[in-house]
């Protein structure tokens, strides 16, 4: 446990600098030094660690997507910054990919009681379909699931597709249980972690969790 804290510690300051770092064209500063504090506090305390390690993850998944978007043409291009790794370029389009695990999302859509489309939505905005994609956060695969969440979900490889779908799928309807089905409260929790959820008795202020809610809930309701 203490090496996953010192790890977790670790990312917490790379995503701080990065945040720093794209500060004058990112204006979410108020809301990412609230929750820069809350997982900080966290983080010292012992408290929630399987939650903050997932929290870290999606705000580096976000802060990345806003850095790739920064470092564009007009950008400072450069710098030659890869924000998300992945071992193999994928060919397919979203649409074609998305279709190879149809069967393993209405499965697990079947299994956790889940609309498909939830979890089609939440696969489309956490990997765009690509299994082999990993942050520097360590979140890996479909539902970008980070190393601690994996485990208590029993998932041995979070690269297996099918695994990962399953697993993510649980996590997010253990969110949906948990606030009586509230779709864009448990998006809310699966990007910033129940604590922040709890804390803030609803969806948190944090620019990085609003837009992940917005686009996740309007894919799913288009």
């Given at each position: 446990?203490?090496?996953?804290?010192?790890?977790?510690?670790?990312?917490?300051?790379?995503?701080?600098?990065?945040?720093?770092?794209?500060?004058?064209?990112?204006?979410?500063?108020?809301?990412?030094?609230?929750?820069?504090?809350?997982?900080?506090?966290?983080?010292?305390?012992?408290?929630?660690?399987?939650?903050?390690?997932?929290?870290?993850?999606?705000?580096?998944?976000?802060?990345?997507?806003?850095?790739?978007?920064?470092?564009?043409?007009?950008?400072?291009?450069?710098?030659?910054?890869?924000?998300?790794?992945?071992?193999?370029?994928?060919?397919?389009?979203?649409?074609?990919t998305a279709k190879n695990?149809?069967?393993?999302?209405?499965?697990?859509?079947?299994?956790?009681?889940?609309?498909?489309?939830?979890?089609k939505s939440v696969i489309?905005?956490?990997?765009?379909?690509?299994?082999?994609?990993?942050?520097?956060?360590?979140?890996?695969?479909?539902?970008?699931?980070?190393?601690?969440?994996?485990?208590?979900?029993?998932?041995?490889?979070?690269?297996?597709?099918?695994?990962?779908?399953?697993?993510?799928?649980?996590?997010?309807?253990?969110?949906?249980?948990?606030?009586?089905?509230?779709?864009?409260?448990?998006?809310?929790?699966?990007?910033?972690?129940?604590?922040?959820?709890?804390?803030?008795?609803?969806?948190?202020?944090?620019?990085?969790?609003?837009?992940?809610?917005?686009?996740?809930?309007?894919?799913?309701s288009s």
């Amino acid at each position: 446990m203490e090496s996953l804290k010192i790890q977790d510690f670790k990312t917490f300051m790379e995503l701080q600098a990065i945040q720093q770092f794209t500060n004058g064209s990112i204006t979410s500063t108020n809301s990412s030094r609230s929750v820069f504090q809350d997982m900080l506090s966290e983080l010292v305390s012992g408290d929630a660690l399987e939650s903050t390690s997932q929290t870290l993850g999606s705000l580096l998944s976000n802060v990345e997507a806003e850095t790739k978007s920064f470092l564009q043409p007009g950008g400072l291009t450069s710098m030659n910054i890869n924000p998300i790794s992945t071992a193999h370029a994928n060919n397919q389009s979203s649409s074609e990919t998305a279709k190879n695990y149809d069967h393993i999302i209405s499965q697990a859509a079947s299994l956790y009681n889940l609309p498909e489309k939830l979890i089609k939505s939440v696969i489309k905005q956490e990997s765009n379909f690509n299994p082999e994609t990993t942050s520097y956060a360590g979140a890996t695969g479909l539902m970008q699931l980070m190393p601690a969440t994996a485990k208590s979900l029993g998932v041995d490889d979070a690269t297996d597709p099918e695994q990962n779908i399953m697993g993510g799928s649980k996590y997010l309807s253990q969110m949906m249980a948990r606030y009586d089905g509230d779709i864009q409260v448990a998006l809310a929790a699966y990007n910033a972690g129940p604590g922040n959820v709890d804390k803030y008795n609803g969806i948190p202020p944090f620019k990085e969790t609003q837009n992940y809610v917005q686009k996740v809930y309007g894919t799913f309701s288009s």
